[in-house]
């Protein structure tokens, strides 16, 4: 797919072909026309902008900015990672390519007792590794 264009730049003939595509497939989704589905998308961002103390315009605006940098921000992180490659430096991906550390909650009492009841049920146990220590998964029995 081509990339967004640049702000203050003009959409492509082949780009506003695909996204008049996508309004017509997402109306259609909603059992609405296309100009039905303009109109209802129109009223959510007003309540939106409504909501966080913005005229219309302003937070188009502050939206269509925020895609901007989110944009640029994965351009960056693509040449990084391609940098990265070419360097021959193994790299570790998670969603959208960075590792997502799992944080661990604190000791639900609930939780302790479902587990307990778990494991005096007719389960069978699989022990699995999860942030270098091990753990009890539970799988029923067929």
Known sequence: MAAPPQPGQQPSPQQMAAMQQQLA???QKRGMTPQQFQQWQRQQIEAEAKK?????????????QQVFENHQRQQQMAAQQQAAQQSGQPQAQGQGGQQVPIQPTSQDPKALAVAKWLRGQDLKTRTCILNGQRKDMFRGIP
Not at 52 to 64: E, I, L, P, R, T
């Open 25 to 27: 497939m997402e109306a």
């Open 52 to 64: 966080a103390g913005m005229s219309f315009d302003q937070y188009v605006n502050k939206m269509k």
